[in-house]
């Protein structure tokens, strides 16, 4: 006999599938071709506030680690000569749960050669438009989600939300993300999805420079929850370097641990990387709030709790 849990569980495969196939339309539509990167990468992302699962062969010891993101090879592919490009597969990340995360995750990853992080925004917008059509029958909910939306600078955020200034914060990271955290992103993106632009270049080692001196760097945040972080890419090796570097010793002194440098990444950045944007969409998180779920394990068919 079904139970009320399996036919929960028969929904969510539903969900995914009507979802899932959905976003490879889309980005068929508009001259994407999707491609598939390893799960074990030899290094999983420099970014300080990442942790990832090592992987161990039982005869050679370390082989590498579970892939945080596509990020690296997506963009060697950039390299290489590929122009759109999409990847809707998992990514994993050590020391995640809780209600909005877990450790593996559906990810969606997609970068456009010469491309603006504006045109990437704009898919954005459009692909959650057309999903919200898709699964939702709730008119008021098809207007919150419908194009365009609201744009805020990080300093207007913490302005607005804050009463504060980014030039107080910005040298003491600890104090902006609690700030952030506990007083700004909870207000962000209640009454329609929220971009947020021009973050502080020391909080995004893979965004160029803009004009202004802030990082290409955007994320939107819809009711409170943020679900994707995408950039305006840095192209430049030796600056890339240089921040991966940086990023080491960050760790090291915060006692993370310490991954290696992707080499085969700087070198495809040598051979002449496009300029180009792309985006790092949590499909979880987002398929949460199309649906009105309570947590991202509600519309998982596996979460950690249920294995």
């Not at 539903?14 to 994407?32: C, H, N, S, V, W």
């Amino acid at each position: 006999m079904t139970t009320a849990a399996d036919r929960a569980l028969l929904a969510t495969l539903e969900l995914r599938a009507t979802a899932f196939g959905a976003i490879r339309r889309f980005f068929d539509a508009r001259g994407f071709i999707e491609v598939d990167t390893p799960a074990v990468v030899p290094c999983p992302g420099l970014d300080v506030h990442l942790s990832a699962f090592e992987v161990r062969d039982p005869k050679r010891g370390p082989v590498g680690w579970l892939a945080t993101s596509p990020e690296y090879q997506m963009k060697r592919l950039l390299s290489a000569g590929a122009k759109r490009i999409f990847q809707l597969g998992r990514s994993y990340r050590a020391e995640e749960h809780g209600r909005h995360h877990e450790r593996e995750f559906a990810m969606l990853e997609w970068y456009r050669a010469e491309a603006s992080s504006d045109d990437v925004i704009a898919d954005t917008e459009e692909l959650v438009a057309f999903l919200a059509e898709l699964l939702t029958n709730d008119g008021e909910a098809l207007d919150f989600y419908a194009p365009p939306w609201v744009r805020l600078t990080v300093e207007e955020a913490l302005r607005q939300h804050a009463g504060c200034e980014l030039e107080r914060l910005a040298e003491d990271e600890d104090r902006f993300f609690l700030t952030w955290a506990e007083q700004v992103q909870p207000r962000l993106g209640l009454e329609q999805p929220v971009v947020v632009t021009d973050w502080p270049p020391s909080m995004a080692s893979l965004a160029r420079i803009k004009p202004n001196g802030m990082a290409d760097r955007f994320e939107v945040f819809i009711r409170g929850i943020e679900i994707c972080n995408g950039f305006g890419e840095l192209t430049d090796p030796r600056e890339q370097r240089a921040r991966f570097e940086r990023d080491q010793a960050q760790r090291r002194a915060t006692g993370a641990p310490v991954y290696p440098i992707d080499e085969k990444f700087l070198e495809a950045l040598e051979t002449g990387m496009p300029e180009s944007g792309g985006n790092a969409l949590g499909v979880d998180r987002l398929l949460m709030l199309l649906v009105g779920a309570e947590s991202v394990q509600s519309v998982m068919p596996f979460p950690q709790e249920r294995l």
